[in-house]
Structure formats: structure tokens, C-alpha cells
């Protein structure tokens, strides 16, 4: 555990729990960062999913679900002197685009990190940005949810093990999203609309519904089974965050 000061702009970036009474931040991020992609489609698809299930499952902490994209916290190859994990302090980083994601990242109380896979492993975009930091991510809950053409498992196992390596607390289980044919991996690749919708809570996101229940509109929708192990993922990042 880090020595805690009050100067702000010496922000602790140790794994320090929110007091009981406040609102958890759970940051949802969009892991690649080329241009045109679809990564910000489907961890916007994963965010409506999670706020759905959140209407219908009470948790006992509250919390709030935040996008959290790369692209908007562009960082350079890492190019830090310091080694992030004997770093206590953002003031003690030498550049401000690692203080200001420290500052960001030690915001947030658990994450759910969106990646597809990018030749059998996940994308360097988001090892870098891991990279950067150590005590920010250290003991804070973690899920991953993969996509691609088979749904992109060899990413999530890879991306799994570096986060254990930040002594993260990581949900056994990654949710994989398969594109379901050609045609939509070709539309995912050029970043066009994949009509993507999040089931309503009269859908399976709920808790205990089975796939049944679900109308017919949303039974034929891209990743409706899916939903329901995002849901289950989601529900062990949540009891992690509440223990
Ligand atoms: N550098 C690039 O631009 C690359 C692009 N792609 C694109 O991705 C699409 C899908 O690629 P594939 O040719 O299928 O390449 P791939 O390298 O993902 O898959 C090749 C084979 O590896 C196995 N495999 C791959 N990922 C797996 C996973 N997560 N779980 C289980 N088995 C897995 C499957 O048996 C699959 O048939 C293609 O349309 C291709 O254009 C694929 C690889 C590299
Ligand atoms: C550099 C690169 C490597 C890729 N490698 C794989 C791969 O190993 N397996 C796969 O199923 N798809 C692969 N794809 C296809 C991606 O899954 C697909 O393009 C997806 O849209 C990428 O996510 P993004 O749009 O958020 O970047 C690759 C795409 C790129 C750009």
C-alpha cells in the first residue's frame, strides 16, 4: 500500500477502495484503436447490455457504467523512465500523458476490457496503455469480452494472464463474441454499422430468464446467447467488487 498525500496533483495510484457510501466506477474499454474499426460498436453493445442487466440486478454497492476508449487518451509507445510498478504517485511520472491516464485509471474501481484479436493475441493498443501503469490496475476486478472470427479466445486467454500478472482480480470466465459470417466480419473489418442492439430488460439480459423467454425480434439478434454469459461474467466482476 501506498504513503497517501493530499496534494492533487501528487493522486495516489494505489488500489485503494472507494468508501462503502460512494458510487463504483466501472469502466468499459474499447481496447483497439485503428481507424475505421468496430471495436467502439461492440463495447458500446457490451456497455447497453451491462446497464440493462444493472436495472434489473440491484447491486449492493452502486455503480456507473463508463466507456472508456483509447482513441480519447492517445498515449506514445511507452516511453516512461520509471518502471510503473515501483510508482506510488502521478507526480511521479515524468510526461503528463501518463499523469492524466494515472489520474484516470486509478478513477476507476473495476473494468471490462473489449478487444478483438489481432493475429492469434490481443491488440498492442491496449498493452500499452496496461503498460503504463502497475498500482492503478493492481487488486481491482477485471473481465474480458473478446471478439472475432472464431471470438477471439486466443486474445481474451493472453489478455487474462497479463492481467493476473497486475495482480488484478480476474473473472474465470471471458465472454467470446463470434462474428456469425463472412459478410459481418468484412463489415466489422471496415467499421460499418454491424446493427448491433443491447435485449430490453423484458429480454434475457434478466437475471434467472432463460433464452425462451426472449421475443422473437431479439431471439434472432447477433449475440442474443451471448448476452446471457456476459451477464453471468458481469454478475462475478460485480460480487468481486462488492466483497
Ligand atoms: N493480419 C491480419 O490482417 C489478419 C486478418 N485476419 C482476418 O480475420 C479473419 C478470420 O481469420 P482466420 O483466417 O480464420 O484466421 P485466424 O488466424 O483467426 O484463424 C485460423 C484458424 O485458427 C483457429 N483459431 C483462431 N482463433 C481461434 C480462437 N480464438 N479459438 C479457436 N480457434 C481459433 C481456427 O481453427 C481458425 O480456423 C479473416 O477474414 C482474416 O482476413 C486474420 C488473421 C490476420
Ligand atoms: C491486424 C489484424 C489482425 C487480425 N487478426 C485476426 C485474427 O487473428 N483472428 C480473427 O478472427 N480476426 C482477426 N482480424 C480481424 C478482426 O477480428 C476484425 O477486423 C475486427 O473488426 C477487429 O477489431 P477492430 O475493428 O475493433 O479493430 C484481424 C484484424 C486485424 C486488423
Redesign the pocket.
Known sequence: MSVLTNSALDCAVDATPAPQHARSKIGVIVC?Q?E????DQ?ATFVLETLRELQKTNPSPRPYELILLDLKDHPLPMYNEPAIPSQIHSASEYKYPHTRAWSELISSFQAFVFVT?????GY?ASIKNAIDYLFNEWKGKPALVVS????G?G?AAAQLQQVLQGLDMQVVKDFVGLK?PDRPF?VK??K?HDLGLQAATDEGHVKADAVIESVDEKQKDAVWAKETKEIGAAFRDLVALLNS
Open positions: 483497439s485503428r475505421p474499426r468496430a471495436g461492440i478483438p484479436q489481432y493475429n492469434w491488440p471478439y472475432g472470427g472464431h477471439g486466443k462474428f466480419l466489422a473489418a467499421g
